[in-house]
């Protein structure tokens, strides 16, 4: 069965500095995954999403992320962080059994920004 | 374009009362619909999901039902709601197919009391 690791629910960050957000799966076959944001109070709102073509994959807002196989991860980062990047971040990875279309989901990550 | 609505966008509810809370899809047609729930400093929590009209999978025993009425339309239902019952619930959807991203609506706060 498929899961999703998300370690750190807390990460702090100063203003300009490197982001990076971490996320282990783990699948028995190519799996689909994803990393959502999410503002206070509101839905999820999908950053960017890896489906078995190129292993770095660019999102909105200045996020990417890298799937490592070998390493079972799928880290986000972004290079300077900015204020309007706190928020809770969510990496989720799609459930493989036939005709169910669900996704597994992270606990989540809140990510805060230090002026 | 598609877009997703929740209403109402927060509900106080007293104990042992009632639960309707409703998600329409609009700019799409048969997509997968999904009920999720996030309790206080807690993940989501997938409730229930939908491939079609009066399909209706239940990923967790509790006090919650949905129906699906319509194509685009994914109503989460209680008779009588349970202090723990409290949380922000979203409501989602995606195209049909292997895969596909998940779209979220905004959100629903319930407050038991």
């Known amino acids: 069965a498929q899961s999703v690791t998300q370690l750190g629910s807390h990460v702090s960050v100063s203003e300009g500095a490197l982001v990076l957000l971490r996320c282990n799966y783990s699948?028995?076959?190519?799996?689909?995954l994803f990393w959502y944001v999410q503002y206070p109070n509101q839905g999820l709102q999908l950053l960017l999403k890896?489906?078995?073509?190129?292993?770095l994959v660019k999102g909105i807002n200045g996020f990417e992320a890298e799937f490592k196989k070998s390493e079972t991860s799928f880290h986000l980062t972004k290079p300077s962080a900015h204020m309007s990047d706190a928020a809770e971040y969510f990496c989720a990875v799609s459930d493989l059994s036939p005709g169910t279309y669900k996704y597994i989901f992270g606990t989540g990550t809140r990510l805060k920004v230090l002026a | 374009s598609q877009t997703i609505h929740q209403w109402p966008a927060t509900l106080v509810q007293p104990v042992g009362s009632p639960l309707s809370l409703e998600c329409t899809v609009e700019?799409?047609?048969?997509?997968?619909l999904y009920w999720y729930r996030q309790a206080a400093g807690r993940g989501l929590q997938l409730l229930f999901y939908s491939v079609g009209i009066g399909q209706i999978s239940s990923e967790v025993p509790q006090n919650l039902s949905a129906s699906r009425p319509q194509d685009r339309q994914f109503i989460l239902s209680s008779k009588k709601l349970l202090l723990s019952d409290s949380g922000f619930y979203l409501c989602?959807?995606?195209?049909?197919?292997?895969?596909?991203?998940?779209?979220f609506g905004p959100g629903t706060r319930l407050t038991v009391l």
């Open positions: 700019g799409t047609s048969n997509p997968n």
């Open positions: 989602a959807w995606s195209v049909k197919g292997d895969r596909n991203e998940q779209f």
């Open positions: 890896y489906t078995s073509a190129a292993t």
């Open positions: 699948s028995s076959v190519p799996p689909y």
